[in-house]
């Protein structure tokens, strides 16, 4: 046992004791400055200081650890630990997944049918011809760029179309001033997702009963220039199903970390959904109006993965474009706070789970609205 009174040793544990109380400094100082940016939730932020408080504290008083391990009858600190780390991610994935279903499916279904219907009342009065193409927005506080994205829809000259812009919960202009520049704004009173307003939308072209629907993003990243080859190619290539994929350009740029969970995704959605895509969570798509009750998705968030496995398992014809996306010049993307990348691979695999094991109908999800004759 005289190893252990070896000064050099306890010099070497005291080192790495002192490194482990900087790391834990260090790491409490980097999560502070990360909240006062806004970029975690109080939750979050609070679990990642209470645990690196523990580490600090453990690093200090080593002897605390040794009490925990005899009182829980562990074999070391270092299971401790790692035990300590397991629960605490798995309580904050919990946790987020709880708070996205705090709004529970009937209240989903409220905030939907309410919008629906009022929308439904509102325009049957004064539109009663054959819409050819709808083309979709959702959109939450994008009051900056949604005039801009609606306007250059217009300058494609297209005949026999309508936009619809989803208000998803907006507390800024958005809704009022996609009205203004000649689109139709369904109203949700509260926030449902990305993946909700979507669904609403889709709902909402029920009404005109049109042979396309084209999904866009509200805040410019995706130039309204390649929708008349989205539908030139439903139209004359047979596809069911168009998607305007990013990554089929090399002027696409985004972070490593979303570059990597892409073709992670992309290339598990190819293999189960037995499809060959390039971009599977693309928000950039068209479809025939008669397909989409084959794609339509339960998630009220992200949404991509489970409708397009919906797609390739259902035997859709899909088929890509090129579209040089670009990057958001005002707002923040849904993975601005970085606890949402945790969360989205939870999502993933509710999605895969949904796209194999629940079957949703489009008209039965809301039946305030009627079939068009």
């Known amino acids: 046992m005289n190893f252990l009174l070896n000064p050099y040793m306890v010099e070497e544990i005291s080192i790495v004791r002192v490194a482990l109380m900087v790391v834990s400094l260090f790491a409490i100082a980097v999560i502070t400055k990360v909240r006062k940016d806004q970029r975690v939730g109080n939750q979050f932020f609070g679990i990642i200081v209470i645990f690196w408080s523990i580490a600090f504290l453990t690093a200090l008083r080593p002897e605390i650890l040794d009490d925990i391990v005899i009182i829980t009858g562990l074999f070391n600190k270092a299971q401790f630990l790692l035990i ?83 208000n998803d919960g907006s507390t800024d202009d958005t809704g009022l001033i996609a009205k203004e520049k000649g689109a139709l704004v369904l109203n949700h009173f509260s926030n449902l997702g990305i993946g909700g307003a979507i669904k609403t939308g889709y709902m909402a072209s029920l009404i005109f009963k049109p042979e396309i629907v084209i999904c866009i993003d509200a805040d410019g990243q995706h130039d309204p220039k390649y929708i008349p080859e989205m539908i030139s190619k439903i139209k004359n290539e047979n596809a069911d199903l168009v998607l305007a994929s990013r990554f089929l350009t090399s002027d696409y740029k985004t972070s490593k970390i979303r570059s990597i969970g892409n073709k992670f995704y992309t290339n598990l959605v190819n293999k189960i959904g037995k499809i060959s895509i390039s971009d599977v969570t693309t928000g950039y798509r068209g479809i025939k109006f008669n397909k989409l009750e084959s794609i339509f998705f339960i998630a009220e968030t992200n949404w991509a993965i489970e409708y397009t496995i919906r797609a390739g398992r259902n035997g859709l014809q899909i088929k890509e474009i090129q579209a040089i996306s670009t990057g958001r010049d005002f707002g923040k993307s849904q993975f601005h706070k970085i606890e949402r990348f945790f969360v989205y691979n939870i999502n993933a695999i509710t999605q895969i789970f949904n796209a194999f094991f629940r079957t949703p109908k489009l008209i039965e999800i809301d039946d305030s609205i009627p079939k068009s004759p």
């Open 84 to 166: 300590l780390s397991v629960i605490i991610i798995m309580y904050l994935l919990t946790l987020q997944l709880i708070k996205n279903k705090n709004i529970s499916y009937d209240f989903h279904r409220i905030v939907r049918n309410a919008a629906t219907s009022n929308f439904r009342n509102e325009i049957t009065r004064s539109i009663n011809y054959r819409v050819n193409l709808i083309v979709l927005i959702a959109a939450k506080n994008e009051s900056k760029t949604i005039g801009n994205v609606i306007e250059k829809i217009h300058s494609l000259g297209m005949s026999s179309y309508k936009i619809i812009v989803v």
